[in-house]
């Protein structure tokens, strides 16, 4: 157990729908990044928050948005659904907002769109 | 932006060993190395943060070669429990915080 937690840890939805998805990072850890893996894809970068603020962006797609609460948790929002969109999104957190720490990944939120 | 890492796929023998590259078209300031099973979470494995580092975890151990902006991740007598996809991770002072993942190596270990 990472620590991280996601929810749900499935979903799925028709194409045109929105979706949250929420992260839990690991006590103590200000920093959250959020990756999207297609099947047997890589994981790609899509943004990272540290202590509220966002720190770094990725290849996030302007439909989808996210924001870091005060209690550190993290959403992502998924708005106006493709079938592309189907892939699981995994969160992550440190403890540094740069890249000079470890990285715990939570298990991931299966999307399904249909 | 994203490293590519080689070979794309591998597969050995218990007892074999295994060497996975790294390479990033730009500056590295640290290398992350992760190891993931198929449908499961990514599994931190180790992090290099100077160049020339080198670090071990039991039979797997990693170098960074900063100016050659190069990882390699080394598995010595591979074991049924290595299988599975590794990623390098990379942060460069370029990017800012932009944490990259490598392009994946699947690795096989049969008896």
């Known amino acids: 157990d990472s620590g991280v937690t996601q929810t749900p840890k499935h979903l799925i939805t028709a194409t045109g729908q929105r979706v949250t998805l929420r992260c839990s990072p690991r006590s103590g850890d200000l920093s959250v990044y959020w990756y999207q893996q297609s099947l047997d894809q890589g994981l790609q970068f899509l943004i990272q928050?540290?202590?509220?603020?966002?720190?770094a962006k990725g290849n996030i797609l302007e439909r989808f948005s996210a924001q870091q609460f005060p209690d550190l948790h993290s959403e992502l929002n998924l708005s106006s659904l493709e079938l592309g969109d189907s892939a699981l999104y995994f969160c992550?957190?440190?403890?540094?907002?740069?890249?000079?720490?470890?990285?715990?990944f939570g298990q991931g939120t299966r999307l399904t769109v249909v | 932006q994203q490293p590519v890492q080689s070979p794309q796929a591998v597969i050995l023998r218990e007892g074999e060993d295994a060497v996975i590259n790294c390479s990033s078209s730009?500056?590295?300031?640290?290398v992350h190395w992760y190891r993931q099973k198929h449908g499961e979470a990514p599994v931190f494995l180790m992090i290099l943060l100077k160049g020339g580092e080198q670090k071990g975890h039991e039979k797997i151990s990693a170098s960074f070669n900063e100016k050659k902006q190069q990882s390699s991740l080394y598995l010595t007598a591979s074991q049924l429990s290595y299988s599975g996809t590794y990623f390098c991770?990379?942060?460069?002072?370029?990017?800012?915080?932009?944490?990259?993942f490598g392009t994946g190596t699947s690795l096989t270990v049969i008896p």
């Open positions: 928050y540290y202590n509220g603020e966002e720190r």
């Open positions: 992550a957190s440190s403890a540094s907002p740069g890249t000079g720490s470890e990285a715990f």
């Open positions: 991770g990379t942060g460069s002072p370029n990017t800012g915080n932009q944490f990259y």
């Open positions: 730009k500056a590295l300031y640290s």
